[in-house]
């Protein structure tokens, strides 16, 4: 199967905070993998391609999160847990 992402992907877990600008709460994922072009989590919540996100970035060798705004591009349902791609 031929690659066809854009830029190298590392494979690194790190604690992931999420929220949406209207949202009453806050969830948590574990990144599975982050490159220049999006991320990948794991999430029990059902996000929609196009749904804006706040992110909260916590990697063990920064001190506090780093905030990003991004935007579903799509996901991939898995039994009882949906993959989202930003």
Sequence with gaps: MQERRQYF????DFRLKIWTDKSLYEVY???KNISLGGLCFPALQRFEPKMCLNLGLDFPEFKGQIPVKSEVIWLKEIDDINTVIM
Excluded: A, G
Aim: overall charge negative.
């Design 29 to 31: 994922s574990i990144c």
């Design 9 to 12: 992907r590392v494979e690194d």
